[in-house]
Nanobody, 115 residues
Framework: QVQLVESGGGLVQAGGSLRLSCAAS????????IGWFRQGSGKQREFVAN???????MYADSAKGRFTISRDNAKNTVYLEMNSLKPEDTAVYYC?????????WGQGTQVTVSS
């Protein structure tokens, strides 16, 4: 069983920055991919960014140029640095890890961007 614990959410003004953390119960390099999804109120959960076992990163169009995903292998932690935040980035952000056919989710962390 994989445990994922997110932290770093909060309230920020538009144009501000936040860094989310996802601490995994095992090496992040052991996953096919690990990254972030988000779900706004009344919306479907959507992909934000991920990093695969080889270190290749992928971003949703909405995140490109503003968000950066990275990982600290020694801490088994993945980060999402979010800059130039917009009110439409308001959502619960979930860490997600994929191992073969299985996906694991964290409990989520709320990000609220005020205008």
């Amino acid at each position: 069983q994989v445990q994922l614990v997110e932290s770093g959410g909060g309230l920020v003004q538009a144009g501000g920055s936040l860094r989310l953390s996802c601490a995994a119960s095992r090496s992040t390099r052991s996953f096919i991919a690990i990254g972030w999804f988000r779900q706004g109120s009344g919306k479907q959960r959507e992909f934000v960014a991920n990093i695969n076992s080889g270190g290749i990163t992928m971003y949703a169009d909405s995140a490109k140029g503003r968000f950066t995903i990275s990982r600290d292998n020694a801490k088994n932690t993945v980060y999402l640095e979010m800059n130039s935040l917009k009110p439409e980035d308001t959502a619960v952000y979930y860490c997600n890890a994929q191992t073969g056919p299985s996906r694991y989710w964290g409990q989520g962390t709320q990000v609220t961007v005020s205008s």
